[in-house]
């Protein structure tokens, strides 16, 4: 037993080694270059410069403006959806959940895109209006914003509430109705109260990632700044001189997004209806005109959020001059990605792969010291590996940068500080993936093992790992999907020869080369949407678990 225990020793000391380094030294260090004066002393002037100028102070009330309306329009589009997949008989249901994952898994830039292609001022509505003497409201700005977030993260919404629904046992609101509670009396009292929790943590799940979000306010904002694009303005613009005021931004980003992680944590905490699921509540078969109405409900809430991906693809398609595209067919804008930015896709492709591969590999032994060996040291490795959850890429670009520019450890300029940073950024994702399958396996499969004579290590790589294969290849290809869509850390981090294809698709679409970007932005979208698929495939109900 002694070799098991300096394994799982050896194994706690390496993840708390790369944490401090890769984690807590990078946020240290962006906090002191918040604190720090131009005398070297300790200052809080640029906390109060930063609070004091406008043009600063209110791109945090932007941030909370558009995350709260991106998360009220959530619930109203998705809340409804929610119900009639799990409690109303509809065709094609099965289909629906799997294309409902799908705009979570797209970035929320691609969908700004083509929210521009398509209402944007020379976008193909646009112009079809313009000919017969209507016009629209713009589409840049906090409603464009708005528009691209709720379509990107409802999902998130639906999918818990649909499971939370699924996961409700009959004979409570059978009790119910024994008691003489009318069907609407039920709904309120039971059923409400029963899926709160999912409903709420889906809200706020909405809101830290709208709040944290880059691409698509850089993207449609057009001027309309929030917190994570002054961050990135203030660091362009001043990375020659003092980037102090930068640091103070990404301070007060984290500072933001950890609140809000907080409330999510409290408010989600403080009711669970734990239940034994016998009989699931049947789905109810309304007369043909309504059944048809709500099939035609969904099937448009859902279809309206893959229009950004049908819209892109069909565009990559087109004849394109600069910002000028021309319906006739053509392969002309990939031929452009493919030969002159191979080595973007490239790129992309090994340090997605690179950096999964080894977040699978740490991830799922963190996973086992955690839910195996617990103690006071594996349950703070626990929480410090949970911090990343919280930090939007924007901060762990700067705070990379910040302290990783300079001796002793300079990575700037190099491949290894985006695999690094995407690496420690997507680790979470593959521990709770492998906590969640291992809370499944009985242990005393891996001590019948071990007490056969082999050795706990052996059992561990032989038996147990074995057993978390489905969760662990489940994890890793969401971690890789999350990767590759990566743009608010690299578009500070990447340099020169390694630049991804999402930093060739915000460059192309910042120089209006519409074509172009379609063609890179359909090539990423179809590198996601397979292993997704085959994830949800493979999966089944467990698909919504797992996003």
Excluded at 78 to 105: M, N, T, Y
Excluded at 282 to 311: D, E, K, M
Excluded at 384 to 405: E, S, W
Aim: proline share 6%; with cysteine; charged share 10%.
């Amino acid at each position: 037993m002694r070799n098991r225990g300096d394994i799982w020793t050896g194994v706690t000391g390496i993840a708390f080694a790369l944490l401090a380094v890769l984690l807590i030294i990078p946020l240290g260090r962006l906090l002191w270059a918040s604190l720090l004066g131009d005398d070297g002393g300790f200052t809080l002037k640029h906390y109060r410069d930063f609070l004091a100028y406008p043009y600063y102070s209110r791109t945090i009330g932007h941030s909370f403006l558009v995350s709260g309306l991106v998360t009220l329009a959530a619930l109203v589009v998705a809340v409804p959806v929610a119900f009639l997949l799990a409690r109303v008989d509809i065709p094609g249901k099965a289909v629906l959940k799997s294309l409902a994952i799908l705009p979570l898994v797209s970035p929320p830039f691609i969908g700004a895109y083509s929210w521009i292609l398509l209402f944007g001022r020379a976008g193909y509505v646009t112009t079809l209006l313009q000919k017969v003497g209507l016009t629209i409201p713009t589409v840049y700005g906090m409603h464009g914003i708005v528009l691209a977030l709720t379509l990107n993260l409802y999902p998130f919404v639906l999918l818990m509430l649909v499971g939370a629904l699924q996961a409700l046992d009959q004979s409570l609101e059978e009790a119910a109705q024994g008691l003489g509670s009318s069907p609407w009396r039920v709904f309120w009292t039971v059923t409400v109260p029963v899926t709160m929790p999912s409903v709420l943590g889906g809200a706020l799940l909405v809101f830290l990632t709208a709040f944290a979000d880059f691409g698509a306010p850089m993207i449609i904002g057009e001027g309309y700044q929030v917190l994570p694009t002054i961050v990135y303005s203030l660091f362009v613009n001043e990375m020659g001189g003092n980037p102090a005021m930068a640091s103070t931004g990404a301070t007060l980003l984290v500072l933001c997004t950890t609140a809000i992680l907080l409330v999510q944590y409290w408010a989600v905490g403080r009711k669970r209806y734990a239940m034994i699921q016998l009989r699931p509540v049947p789905p109810v078969r309304p007369r043909p005109l309504v059944r048809g109405l709500l099939t035609g409900y969904a099937y448009l809430v859902i279809g309206l959020s893959l229009v950004p991906a049908l819209v892109v693809a069909v565009t990559s398609f087109f004849e394109s001059r600069g910002p000028v595209l021309y319906p006739n067919f053509s392969l002309g804008n990939y031929r452009e990605v493919l030969f002159n930015v191979p080595r973007a896709i490239a790129n992309s492709f090994v340090l997605s792969s690179v950096s999964t591969l080894l977040d699978v590999l740490l991830g799922t032994l963190i996973a086992y010291l955690v839910v195996r060996r617990r103690s006071l040291t594996t349950a703070a490795l626990d929480s410090c590996v949970m911090i990343p959850y919280a930090i939007p890429g924007t901060v762990i670009g700067v705070a990379f940068i910040v302290a990783f520019n300079k001796p002793p450890i300079v990575l700037t300029g190099t491949f290894l500080i985006l695999l690094l940073a995407y690496f420690v950024r997507r680790l979470p994702y593959s521990v709770r993936a492998g906590s969640a399958i291992l809370h499944q396996i009985d242990p005393s499969v891996e001590e019948a093992s071990i007490s056969l004579g082999v050795s706990p290590l052996k059992s561990f790589a032989k038996v147990t790992a074995r057993l978390m294969l489905p969760g662990i290849v489940s994890g890793g290809i969401l971690t890789w999907v999350q990767t590759i869509t990566e743009i608010s850390a690299t578009i500070f981090l990447y340099f020169g020869a390694w630049s991804t294809i999402t930093v060739v698709i915000y460059r192309q679409v910042s120089s209006s080369n519409f074509g172009s970007a379609a063609a890179a932005s359909t090539i990423l979208l179809v590198a996601v949407f397979i292993p997704v698929l085959a994830v949800n495939w493979m999966m089944g109900e467990r698909a919504v678990t797992a996003v």
